[in-house]
């Protein structure tokens, strides 16, 4: 079993900043990627940023610029950094992980940009 766990969601006004956190646990043998999401209410999940197996990371263009992800190995974790955030930011924020034909999901953080 592959637990994924996402933190640090939360409410911050337009040109904040937050900072999400992803743990993958259990039976992590390897990872072949890990990345990001979002679901806005009334629309499908889309890629905010992700890690391929190849080591590159690739970006929404939606978010280039104002967020960046980056990994710690050792502990199966990535970080999502994001910053001058906007209203249309606000969603629900999934991290996934994949390891060989399997994608595990966590179950999503919740991030509000509002005044």
């Known amino acids: 079993q592959v637990q994924v766990v996402e933190s640090g969601g939360g409410l911050v006004q337009p040109g904040g900043s937050l900072r999400l956190s992803c743990a993958a646990s259990?039976?992590?043998?390897?990872?072949?990627?890990m990345g990001w999401h979002r679901q806005a209410p009334g629309k499908q999940r889309e890629l905010v940023a992700l890690?391929?197996?190849?080591?590159?990371?690739i970006y929404a263009d939606s978010v280039k610029g104002r967020f960046t992800t980056s990994r710690d190995n050792a502990k199966n974790t990535i970080y999502l950094q994001m910053n001058s955030l906007k209203p249309e930011d606000t969603a629900v924020y999934y991290c996934?992980?994949?390891?060989?034909?399997?994608?595990?999901w966590g179950q999503g953080t919740q991030v509000t940009v509002s005044t």
């Open positions: 890690f391929t197996s190849g080591g590159r990371v």
């Open positions: 996934n992980a994949v390891i060989g034909l399997s994608t595990y």
């Open positions: 259990g039976s992590v043998s390897r990872l072949d990627g």
